[in-house]
C-alpha cells in the first residue's frame, strides 16, 4: 500500500507558474498509475492530469491542457505537477492519487483511485 504526500503549494500570482510534488511510499511506486486531481472552493473534486506507470502515457482535462504537464520520476518515487500561465480558476487544494496496474491505462475518474494524499493548496491571485 502506497502513502502519498504532496508538496510545492502556495500563493502565486495569476501567470506565474508552480511546481507541484507527489512523494510516494510504503508500496512498488513504479507499478502505480497516477493522477492529479484539484478541488476549488465550494465545488467537487475534479480531474486535472494522469500519467501511466512508465510515463509514456498522459491525459489531461481541457482547462489545464497547454498550461500543466504530468511527469513522474520512478526512482525518485516522485510525480511532478508542472502548472504555467496560472489563472484565478486554478486556485484549488490539488491532491494526487495512485492506483496499483499492470498495463499502460491512465485513469480520469477519482473513484478508480484507491490511494490519496492530504493535498496541497494553490492560490492565484488575480
Known amino acids: 500500500q502506497v502513502q502519498l504526500v504532496e508538496s510545492g503549494g502556495g500563493l502565486v500570482q495569476a501567470g506565474g507558474s508552480l511546481r507541484l510534488s507527489c512523494l510516494g511510499s510504503?508500496?512498488?511506486?513504479?507499478?502505480?498509475?497516477m493522477g492529479w486531481f484539484r478541488q476549488p472552493p465550494g465545488k467537487e473534486r475534479e480531474f486535472v492530469a494522469a500519467?501511466?506507470?512508465?510515463?509514456?502515457?498522459?491525459l489531461y482535462a481541457d482547462s489545464v491542457k497547454g498550461r500543466f504537464t504530468i511527469s513522474r520520476d520512478n526512482a525518485k518515487n516522485t510525480v511532478y505537477l508542472q502548472m504555467n500561465n496560472l489563472k484565478s480558476e486554478d486556485t484549488a487544494v490539488y491532491y494526487c492519487?495512485?492506483?496499483?496496474?499492470?498495463?499502460?491505462?491512465?485513469?480520469?475518474?477519482?473513484?478508480?483511485?484507491?490511494?490519496w494524499g492530504q493535498g496541497t493548496q494553490v492560490t492565484v491571485s488575480s
Open positions: 492519487a495512485a492506483r496499483w496496474i499492470n498495463d499502460y491505462s491512465v485513469f480520469r475518474t477519482s473513484n478508480e483511485y484507491p490511494y
Open positions: 500519467i501511466s506507470w512508465s510515463g509514456g502515457t498522459t
Open positions: 510504503g508500496g512498488t511506486f513504479f507499478r502505480y498509475a
